[in-house]
């Protein structure tokens, strides 16, 4: 455990659900994990107790990513923990492929209703169906202007079928999840806290009554959540968005149990908030520093990532980058410009 991380609670311990195994938090909340294929090695995925017109059975919030491994986790959890009863709606945080994967299988399988946001799910169709714009080449001209170049930019090139191969379908109707909104899940009720930044419009999901929060990939215990800008939004600002976005979380108490999507339940949400925002501010101090001479994103890269990356990291770290340059370029803090060599750079003001 790091220092920032000590700072924080884990009332279960070194407690973590085998694969096809539902920890049970409350009553009717239950906690399962799911494996990933990336160093980022798992999501979790919360099983709660509902009821949909006179109907008793379970819905789920994240489906986990379209891999062996997770379809074989579940199979337990149908045959296990849900033996006889129905997956009545799958609930989705946002279109990232481990939270959206298996949404179309875990809804055609039992006739379940997805629920998500619009801005997600449209991200979600267009990402699934690799259209031009948000598929996987659309990032080699985008990552090549912000001064990538070979050998790393070929390696991006091996990632262009990503989302389709982890996300092969979404279901072809949905009902809309929105900020502010009152989910009724079983006895409870689940307030929506639209986050941005991350995603285009990232669900959380609050319990008063439990006082529990389903916070997606917004509020992480362990690692920052990655805030990237992407080709198909160029001039996007998207850590100004994240850090406003976490300001939603604000009237949430103190001691509300946080259900991440990666690691472990924790308690310490406004600690682990301050941690956050100070990070980033670490970051954006370190990039001001570097750009009293031009700098590229590809150049901010090692400064702010200071180990190897893959190919599937360094495309993060790049996006990363980028916001940081861009949140100070709107703030009148740099400026940013083209050279002669098509290259984009940013520098003081
Ligand atoms: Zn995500």
Partial sequence: MNALESQLDYPLGDTIPAPGAVHALAPGVGWLRMPLPFALD???????????????????????????????????????AMAGQDLLRVLATHCHPDH???SDWL????????????????????????LPGVDGPSAIPHFER???R?????????????????VPAVPHAYTRLRDGQLVRIGAHRWRVIAGFGHSPEHASLYCAALNMLISGDMVLPRISTNVSVFAVEPEGNPLQL????????????????????????????????????????????????????PQSAADIVPLMFRRPLD?????????????????LWADGILRRETGTDGVIRFHLI
Avoid at 48 to 65: I, M, T
């Fill in 146 to 148: 912000h001064g990538l």
């Fill in 107 to 130: 809804c055609r399988r039992f006739d379940a209703a997805f629920w998500i946001s619009a801005g997600e799910y449209g991200f979600a169709r267009m990402m699934s169906a690799g």
């Fill in 242 to 293: 994240y850090l406003d976005s976490l300001g939603r979380f604000a009237d949430l108490p103190e001691d509300t149990l946080v259900l991440p999507s990666h690691g472990k339940p924790f308690r310490g949400l406004h600690t682990r908030i301050t941690q956050l925002r100070e990070h980033h501010t670490a970051r954006l101090a370190e990039v001001v520093q570097a750009c009293a001479a």
């Fill in 150 to 166: 070979a050998p790393e930019l070929a390696r991006m090139g091996e990632r262009r079928n990503y989302y389709p191969s982890l």
């Fill in 42 to 80: 798992h999501i979790n995925l919360w099983l709660l107790g509902d009821e949909v017109e006179g109907r008793a059975g379970q819905s789920v919030v994240d489906c986990g990513a379209a891999t062996d491994p997770t379809r074989a986790a579940w199979e337990q959890v149908f045959t296990g």
């Fill in 311 to 327: 190919a599937h990291q360094l495309s993060f770290a790049l996006g990363e980058a980028l916001a940081h340059l861009h949140k």
């Fill in 100 to 102: 959206v994967g298996l």
